[in-house]
């Protein structure tokens, strides 16, 4: 027997065990107090979150562009079985509504812990004795709360881009659903432009809203 091994297997089985306690229990504050007993502060977990998010949104991007290939290419294949292009119309919007919707679960992620971050940052700079180190960390504060106010407004804005783009995709799915012949394709080609414009401006400002995230990571890693 090796009794420092037992007691490391220990101690990491407890470890896990409050993480996933903490994590169960929903409550985020009590999260971020148990991963500052662990050395890991809030605008570290604040910069993971933000990466995360920035990957979700990467993953929207190819998702809905391949989503809306594939309807175009239901449209564009006349011979094909009818069945079948229904299906694969359902699977692109099935596909796009899930990364939709962790796109929405990473955004919520980032809030919760950039308000977390800047109320213990306001309420920490009336514990320093230096003015001039005061001032200092005030005026970065202001400057990551301009800074973050773009990003979060970035990531809403692409974020709100998405349900035009869904509710297209689900309208021609239910529409061929029904309506399996040759005139409900036909329908979807005519619509198949309007679609293609709200597809493209999404990916647009997903793409700003990834390089203000690229840009906030930085800011946040300088040394």
Known sequence: MNPSRDVAN???TGLLGLVLLVLVS???SLYYDTMEKFGIEKRE???DRVEEARESQDEARTTFRSSLARFQHV????DTDLKARYEELRDAFEDSQSVAEDVRSRIDSVEDVSEALFEEWQEELGRY??????????QQ???????YATLIRRMHQAEARMAPVLEAFEDQVLFLKHNLNAQAIGALESELGRI???VDQLIRDM???MAESDDFVRSLRQP
């Open 26 to 28: 929903g409550c985020s």
């Open 196 to 198: 293609r414009a709200d």
């Open 75 to 78: 449209v564009e294949t006349p």
């Open 207 to 209: 793409e700003q809203a």
């Open 45 to 47: 977990i604040l910069v």
């Open 129 to 138: 004795q230096n003015a001039n180190l005061r001032r200092a960390s005030e």
């Open 10 to 12: 220990s101690f990491s």
């Open 141 to 147: 504060l202001r400057d990551t709360r301009r800074q």
